[in-house]
């Protein structure tokens, strides 16, 4: 007995963190998730979603439990929402728009330049003729999808225009996924004006519910058991931009030519597809390297 308690005194930390005994206190994780609970209600972009709807708790609790089966995940959600987080907030407060649209980035991409096998890509997972309807430059040499300005503005304003159309953000969002005519036709057939009361496909249907938990985890991560307080997030380092009137017909030469390497050029400028650029005509390229 005495030498079980000196084991379980070497593994019960020194200093415990509100998160750290949300958990101790009970036997295990999988004891900690099966209590811990979704409130009464969760928003996103001021719209309240009720969850004493059974069909809508049972909606959330899905996403939730399954998210916090993804440990991993959501600490890398907030690691890389140090990168991308104060971009999206810049953009968003430019554009009177509310701050929570930035979740929808975290759950299109995990806030990585993913690609989706249906061809949709970058932070935002646009696909490509709607990224070129929305101003975006998709081609064999740059694809502004990886742009994260340049798709960051793209995304929100697609948003921007579902709201307009539709008059909710929940619809509006909706729309990110399954398109705004989709949203239009099912609205239409089923004589309904809410994103709740539509009968969706799985996708659509689960989509704005894993947005809302991903909000309320990453708003909350000590309430569920995440220890934040030392957290290393990621950040890229201190940039400029060179401006660029012509071809680069070795990118690795111009790297180091400006004093970097190839490598930190394609990291710091995801946008650029190949090992070359071609000219850019009457525009300009800018691109980052560091200071």
Known sequence: MELLLFILFLLTPLV????????VKYKNYNTYVSQAGLPDTLSLCGEVVDLSDPELRERAE?????????????????????RYFPLYD?????????????????????LYMSRS????????????????????????????????????????????EGHSKFKTWALAIAGY???KNGIANDLEFQMKDKYTD???????????FRILIIKELMQNPEKYGYDVSNLRGYKDPDTKEIKVDSAIKNLAQWAKDNGTDYKTVKLLNPWIVKRELNSPG????????PE
């Open 282 to 289: 009457k525009e300009s390229y800018n691109i980052r390297v």
């Open 117 to 160: 096998s249906a061809g949709a890509e970058g932070l935002w997972q646009i696909m490509p003729e709607t990224a070129r309807s929305l101003g975006l430059r998709v081609d064999d040499y740059v694809d502004e999808r990886r742009h994260p300005e340049k798709s960051t503005i793209a995304g929100l304003q697609y948003l921007s």
């Open 62 to 82: 899905r996403e939730f439990l399954l998210l916090m089966q993804q440990s991993g995940q959501v600490i890398l959600y907030l690691k890389r929402a140090e």
């Open 16 to 23: 415990q963190t509100d998160s750290s005994r949300a958990i």
């Open 198 to 208: 539509l009968y969706l496909n799985e996708e659509t249907s689960r989509y704005y």
């Open 177 to 179: 996924n399954r398109g």
């Open 90 to 110: 810049t953009y968003l407060e430019r554009f009177n728009l509310p701050s929570d649209l930035k979740y929808v980035s975290v759950a299109e991409s995990a």
